[in-house]
């Protein structure tokens, strides 16, 4: 009596084949997008005390800073219950934006709709991810994380404008 | 009748056991349709109908609250007492004898049920309105990490009382093959177990010595790497259990077998060493932790699917099976020879197929680019009600349409009534999850009052609409079920003397004694996960302990 021997039923071992096949063609396509289209996910940047984050500079001066006209821009948002600071502000069409954010207090989201920027803010840690308009208008940007009543409220919107024109 | 008797069963369970069992029941149904009774009115609220100012004169303050008692009791409270209970019985039931240390198991459980009332009633005095994710630095009352402590631990000890009758089993059977439910039960327990260290080191270490004040602060992105390296394997351990009775309960059920043993075993084995190690994939959207560990913990996150497709393959071939010896034919056509008339199984097969759109959805979340869109977005919680709702609720209360007449040596009430429940349910759970899934990828958050949010474009309202619809619509079908659970425990009418509902234990079509033994030892396996945990997580828990900053003091909701 031999029992070590693992026995599989043809249907079943052409199933387990393609299972895997699948599985490693799910993996192939998020290294793609990973490294070679450059999608990126938040990752290792700055740790920052949340109790004095708001008095110390970049952020004791929230919003935006234009690096390259027209071109490069970087954004500091502070998220507290119930609302983001800055909760509005513009930025021309076509622009590379990298956004910035940290809280002061509890955990927070920040989604900016439409776009690939949808992170936590987190207290202690900065949050960033960039992102190019394409379009004219106005995007919102909203708190996806629970923060108390006033969580449904928090919310700003970036208006992003033709180039010497309005959105 | 649909749920068959016989005059002469396996192994009858002494009535003692038969109380123990039941009364875990009793509290994980109480806490299902307390729980549940919040899902309308979230689903509701979301469609445009806020009922909450109504609920304040019971004492509920806000959305959230409420929110707050939906998770816990629903994807704490319900799925962990049932598990307990049920896994008692598979232990009873598949080893044939007694549990060797019933004391030990009495205790596990009424210190789940002491940390119960200590965690709910700080949640019903809202005082710990956090959610039952308990992020930090929003704090809770004190009460709420000790309950929630002592119901993980009380588990635990449920655990180690099957260790050691399984131990006094294998001392009595040499090489005998541990029987197939048995292993899974056991494996199942043991997942729980090392996947709890997480939130027992969060409580423990960071958040009860902070909330009693003997730090001043927490490290919330620390606080959230421990709560995830819990959060995920969590899900393994709500779906293993309806795993044991899909591949060593349904095939019986459906006058099948299992297809096959061995795999059924390696199925198990692979999600205990797999299930672990991935929690970085609820995190891809966090601050602090580097992108290169998300992408790995992604790839191993498709690789936890591999034991689901098997699943997959081999329940589907055991249902096969049963139905073309209940004269099924054709490629598909076999299907319509299943028991649909048997509320236990039309609810376990509706919680299939539930589930098989559960997998596809997971698949996007699980892609770590994917991911990046829908993270937080209502689309998650339309995934999670197919897979812990749906996958996993409505195989219990399949399971419970036996094992409810099994304990009581009562006739299930009105299998009819409970078809209509369960099919209500399918239903409603097919509009709302539809819905859930839309309206997330047109960028709604969840866990937020939309009802009260500025930002809610038209596009998003019909969607609400069938949210609110969906939604209500699983709350009766569920309910329905629930009250054929509830008649059937409390009716006066008793089955005929001499006759039983029994445990229905499938036989498998390959011999389980022929099982290959390295598919039935604990080492291997064991050092297996403790190895691949080590890798996935070791180097960022030094980092992060490491480096931990405890800069947040505590803020109340
Ligand atoms: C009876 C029918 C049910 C309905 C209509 C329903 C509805 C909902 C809705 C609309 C939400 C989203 C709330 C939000 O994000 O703001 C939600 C959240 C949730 N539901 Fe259900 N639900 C039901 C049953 C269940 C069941 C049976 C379970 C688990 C066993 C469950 C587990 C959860 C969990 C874990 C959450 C997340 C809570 C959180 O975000 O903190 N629900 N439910
Ligand atoms: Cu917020």
């Given amino acids: 009596m031999t029992t070590e021997e693992l026995h599989v039923d043809p249907a079943e071992r052409n199933w387990i084949v393609a299972s895997i096949m699948l599985l490693v063609v799910f993996g192939v396509a998020v290294a793609i997008a990973g490294f070679m289209l450059g999608i990126q996910v938040p990752t290792e940047e700055q740790r920052v005390d949340p109790r004095t984050v708001a008095q110390e500079a970049p952020w004791s001066n929230p919003g935006v800073r234009e690096l390259v006209p027209g071109e490069e821009y970087e954004v500091y948002i502070l998220a507290s219950r119930f609302s983001f600071v800055p909760n509005t502000f513009e930025v021309p069409v076509g622009a590379r934006v990298t956004f910035y954010v940290t809280s002061t207090d509890v955990q927070h989201g920040f989604k900016l709709q439409d776009t690939n920027v949808n992170f936590m803010a987190l207290p202690g840690q900065v949050s960033k991810l960039t992102t190019t308009f394409e379009e004219p208008g106005t995007y919102s940007y909203i708190c996806t994380e629970y923060c108390g009543l006033g969580h449904a409220v928090m919310a700003g919107s970036v208006t992003v404008t033709e180039p010497g024109g309005n959105a | ?557």
């Fill in chain 2, 1 to 557: 009748m649909t749920i068959a008797t016989t005059t002469s069963p396996v192994y009858p369970l002494t009535k003692e056991d038969r109380r123990f069992v039941g009364l875990h029941l009793v509290i994980a149904f109480s806490a299902l349709v307390i729980g549940s009774l919040f899902g309308p009115l979230q689903a509701l609220e979301h469609a445009g109908l806020d009922l909450y100012p109504s609920l304040e004169r019971f004492g509920i303050q806000s959305y959230y609250q409420g929110l707050t008692l939906h998770g816990v009791l629903n994807a704490l409270i319900w799925t962990t007492f049932f598990i307990t209970g049920f896994l008692t019985l598979v232990v009873i039931r598949g080893l044939q004898r007694p549990l060797a240390l019933p004391w030990l198991n009495r205790l596990g459980f009424w210190m789940m049920v002491v940390g119960l009332v200590a965690a709910a009633i700080p949640i019903l005095l809202n005082k710990a309105t956090v959610l039952y994710t308990f992020y930090p630095p929003m704090e809770a009352n004190t009460w709420f990490y000790v309950g929630l402590t002592l119901v993980v631990v009380g588990s635990w000890i449920e655990g180690w009382g099957f260790y050691v009758t399984y131990w006094r089993w294998r001392k009595e059977h040499g090489t005998t093959r541990t029987p197939f439910i048995v292993l899974a039960a056991l494996i199942t327990m043991v997942l729980w177990q090392i996947a709890t260290l997480g939130v027992a080191a969060e409580i423990l270490g960071l958040l009860l010595p902070w909330s009693i004040g003997l730090a001043d602060g927490v490290d919330p992105l620390l606080s959230r790497t421990f709560f995830w390296f819990t959060g995920h394997p969590l899900v393994y351990f709500w779906l293993l259990p309806a795993y044991v009775s899909w591949y060593g309960m349904l095939p019986k059920q459906v006058d099948g077998k299992l297809f096959s043993n061995s795999l059924a075993r390696l199925a198990f084995w692979l999600f205990l060493i797999l299930s672990t190690p991935l929690g970085f994939h609820h995190q891809f959207v966090d601050p602090g932790i580097p992108s290169g560990w998300k992408y790995i913990h992604s790839i191993l996150t498709f690789s936890v699917f591999f034991p689901s497709l098997l699943t997959f393959f081999t329940v589907i071939a055991s249902l096969e099976y049963g139905a073309r010896k209940r004269g099924g034919t054709g490629r598909l056509a076999w299907i319509k020879a299943l028991p649909w008339k048997n509320p236990s199984v039309t609810a376990q097969l509706l919680a299939g197929i539930l589930f098989v759109f559960g997998g596809i959805g997971g698949l996007a979340n699980a892609s770590y680019n994917v991911n990046l869109v829908l993270h937080n977005t209502a689309w998650v919680p339309g995934h999670f009600h197919l897979t812990v709702g749906s996958a996993v609720t409505l195989s219990f209360v399949g399971i419970a349409f036996w094992l409810v007449p099994h304990l009581t040596r009562k006739p299930l009430w009105s299998p009819k009534t409970a078809l209509v429940g369960v099919w209500t349910y399918f239903v409603g759970m097919l509009i709302f999850s539809n819905a859930m899934h839309t309206v997330g990828l047109l960028g709604a958050p969840r866990r937020t009052t939309l009802g009260l949010a500025p930002y809610v474009p038209p596009e998003w309202t019909g969607h609400l609409w069938r949210v609110g619809f969906g939604g209500t619509l699983m709350w009766i079908g569920l309910m329905t079920a629930v009250v054929v659970v509830a008649v059937t425990a409390f009716r006066s009418t008793r089955l005929p003397e001499g006759e039983y509902v029994d445990v229905p234990v499938a036989e498998s079509i390959d011999d389980e004694q022929q099982v290959p033994v390295w598919l039935d030892r604990w080492m291997p396996w064991l050092v297996g996960a403790a190895v691949l945990i080590i890798l996935a997580y070791g180097p960022q828990l030094i980092d992060k302990i490491g480096g931990m900053a405890p800069t947040s003091p505590p803020f109340t909701p």
